[in-house]
């Protein structure tokens, strides 16, 4: 049994380009201290991190270990566009979350994607390190996607709209990819919310 936890990225800096690209916002050191000292992230665990910049700057925050970079830990791929306001927007991502096999909007990769591409990264990183607790840092999209193939369910709609920057979720994963994973510690509960 490997324990993983995943971490939501903290707060970015928006721009016009495409957000895999925005940086981590400086004035988000409160809310990563406040995690990183709550005692909900392992002291004795190996670290990844998309590569994203608001990824590894989260990670480099967290800890003070080595982080590897893997590239499949990425959000899902969505070219640059004009902000739709948050209503439209998270119809958009409900949308790529619900119906997995349909891109949400023009060049968005599809849920179906996404969640393969990320499984199979999280896969190899249990294979390279299999007696150890893992510490996946990266986006909120791809999490829940990954959350959903893991534990053999659909994407939980309602965590996603209740995630924070930063947050936490943790899961049980089996040594069998053929068994499912198990919920320990649901997003948000590391800082007392249900």
């Given amino acids: 049994m490997t324990t993983l936890h995943l971490v939501r990225h903290g707060r970015p800096v928006p721009d016009e380009g495409p957000a895999e690209r925005w940086e981590l ?45 893997v590239d499949g830990l990425r959000e899902m791929t969505r070219p640059a566009q004009a902000w739709l306001g948050s209503g439209a927007w998270a119809a958009v991502v409900r949308r790529s979350l619900t119906d997995l096999d349909v891109p949400a909007q023009d060049g968005w990769e599809t849920g179906r994607a996404t969640a393969e591409r990320v499984v ?50 943790v899961l049980e994963l089996p040594g069998s990819t053929d068994a499912a994973a198990r919920i320990l510690a649901p997003w948000g509960s590391w800082a007392g919310a249900a």
């Fill in 25 to 69: 916002d400086a004035s988000a050191g409160e809310e990563l201290s406040a995690l990183r000292t709550s005692g909900a992230l392992p002291q004795w665990a190996r670290w990844f991190s998309s590569p994203e910049p608001k990824a590894r700057g989260t990670a480099r925050a967290l800890t003070g270990t080595a982080v590897g970079f």
């Fill in 120 to 169: 199979a990264a999280v896969r190899r990183i249990q294979d390279s390190c299999p007696d150890d607790d893992l510490v996946l840092v990266g986006h909120g999209t791809a999490w829940t996607l990954l959350v959903a193939a893991l534990t053999d369910g659909p994407a939980d709609v309602d965590a996603w709209e209740r995630l924070r920057m930063p947050d936490h979720c």
